[in-house]
Nanobody, 126 residues
Framework: QVQLAESGGGLVQAGASLRLSCAAS????????TGWFRQAPGKEREFVVA????????YFADSVKGRFTISRDNARNTMYLQMNNLKPEDTAVYYC???????????????????WGPGTQVTVSS
């Protein structure tokens, strides 16, 4: 069982930056492909970015490409989401997720992911 916990959310103004962290409870974190999703009030959970277990390959949603970066430190069992030039439309609860099936890496469907954190709120004011 993998337990995930996000941190780093907050209230910022448009144009600011935030870095989210996702800490995993297991030492085998490096066996899982992972990703970030977000969910705004009244909307479905939306794919943001995925990263392979090695950190070599990434896949971004068009809405965040060029503004967000993802990385992971497997020695610390932690994944990061650096968000720059934030916009009001980035306001949402952000979730990290992990995927057991290596063949499904990069999937944008939240139903494919097996483990989820409780989420962290990001609010961007205009």
């Amino acid at each position: 069982q993998v337990q995930l916990a996000e941190s780093g959310g907050g209230l910022v103004q448009a144009g600011a930056s935030l870095r989210l962290s996702c800490a995993a409870s297991i030492r085998t974190f490096n066996r899982y492909n992972t990703g970030w999703f977000r969910q705004a009030p009244g909307k479905e959970r939306e794919f943001v970015v995925a990263i392979t277990w090695s950190g070599i390959a990434t896949y971004f949603a068009d809405s965040v490409k060029g503004r967000f970066t993802i990385s992971r430190d497997n020695a610390r069992n932690t994944m990061y989401l650096q968000m720059n030039n934030l916009k009001p439309e980035d306001t949402a609860v952000y979730y990290c997720a992990a995927l057991r099936d290596a063949a499904s890496w990069g999937t944008t469907s939240p139903t494919e992911y097996d483990y989820w954190g409780p989420g962290t709120q990001v609010t961007v004011s205009s």
